[in-house]
Nanobody
Framework: QVQLVESGGGLVQVGGSLRLSCAASGAPFSSASMAWFRQAPGKEREFVTVSRRTGLGYVADNADFVKGRFTISRDNTKNTVYLQMSSLKPEDTAVYFC??????????????????WGQGTQVTVSS
């Protein structure tokens, strides 16, 4: 069975940085498209960034609000995907979820693309 476990969340002040990790198991990690979503209280889950597997390798794509502040990376030797966040803002406060797909990934901003999800890790940015 596929399991995704996020870690690295916490409390950070405005302008600070955090690195989230998502460890995957149960399926070949290198062939997966790995994404990060987030969900604030009372709001719908929204796409943050993805490391999408293509026939030509991995392609990273970001939501517009990222604006260079967040970077997704992956270490296939550790079966782990990371979300490096900097210049954090209060609006970044949310539960951040890791998601994985071993199927089609062309609609990568849609949460329905990803059948596998972690439990989430809380990121709180204080102002």
């Amino acid at each position: 069975q596929v399991q995704l476990v996020e870690s690295g969340g916490g409390l950070v002040q405005v302008g600070g940085s955090l690195r989230l990790s998502c460890a995957a198991s149960g399926a070949p990690f290198s062939s997966a498209s790995m994404a990060w979503f987030r969900q604030a209280p009372g709001k719908e889950r929204e796409f943050v960034t993805v490391s999408r597997r293509t026939g030509l390798g991995y392609v990273a794509d970001n939501a517009d609000f990222v604006k260079g502040r967040f970077t997704i990376s992956r270490d296939n030797t550790k079966n782990t995907v990371y979300l490096q966040m900097s210049s954090l803002k209060p609006e970044d406060t949310a539960v951040y979820f890791c998601a994985a797909s071993w199927g089609r990934n062309d609609v990568y901003t849609n949460s329905g693309t990803y059948p596998y999800w972690g439990q989430g890790t809380q990121v709180t940015v204080s102002s």
